[in-house]
């Protein structure tokens, strides 16, 4: 079966703690992608990777740290340096520009 | 930057009634895609338009990408309650960046 999945569904932090998203595909898709979404708010892209091993910033990288070691993988570390993390995270993948996302992270600050 | 805008933020509408959103960004681009997303779900690709002033239709869908390719619609016919949640639209100037508009939320009236 197809797709891409993000998990934890749900994720809670505590003050000054890091916490890692979870990001897969086995859609065999070079690029890959993820936003930031707030309630009643659009897709801020945080990160891109368009290769393994490449990763470029997006438009609110400040406080987050991806790392594009497999195509499958591109998990997302939320650092203690993001003082407003409280948000819904989704993660996509691309063919052709066409994005497919993942059922997103609902991050809770504790 | 470039920025993409969406109007109307909300629209409320009466089931049968007709509903249109716009989309228009800063600087030309290369293509548009537009999404939709479920109250509670993730964004789920409906159409991409590529040609200056094409027009695509998705059975009451109709979508429309501006001549100088920096404006866009998606204009729904006889809306149903299957068609409530929020219409995005996403821009690239020809990267693997995509830029998401701010989304219009749609209701629709039973």
């Known amino acids: 079966d197809g797709g891409i999945t993000q998990s934890p569904k749900y994720l809670f932090r505590k003050e000054g703690q890091n916490v890692t998203l979870s990001c897969e595909q086995n859609l065999n898709h070079d690029a890959m992608y993820w936003y930031r979404q707030d309630p009643g708010q659009g897709l801020r892209l945080i990160y891109y990777s368009q290769i393994v091993n490449d990763f470029q910033k997006g438009d609110i990288a400040e406080g987050y740290s991806v790392s594009r070691e497999k195509k499958e993988s591109f998990p997302l570390t939320v650092t203690s340096a993001q003082k407003n993390p409280t948000a819904f995270y989704l993660c996509?993948?691309?063919?052709?520009?066409?994005?497919?996302f993942g059922p997103g992270t609902r991050l809770l600050v504790l | 930057g470039q920025q993409v805008m969406q109007i109307p933020q909300y629209q409320h509408v009466q089931e049968g009634e007709d509903f249109t959103t716009y989309c228009n960004s800063s600087t030309t681009l290369s293509n548009i895609q537009w999404y939709k997303q479920r109250p509670g779900g993730h964004p789920v690709f409906l159409i991409q338009?590529?040609?200056?002033?094409e027009v695509k239709k998705q059975k009451r869908l109709t979508f429309q990408f501006g001549e100088a390719k920096k404006n866009s619609s998606l204009h729904i016919t006889a809306t149903q309650t299957t068609d409530v949640g929020t219409y995005f639209c996403a821009g690239t100037a020809g990267t693997y960046k995509y830029i998401f508009g701010t989304g219009t939320r749609l209701k629709v009236l039973a």
């Open positions: 996509a993948s691309s063919i052709g520009g066409t994005q497919y």
């Open positions: 338009l590529v040609k200056s002033g």
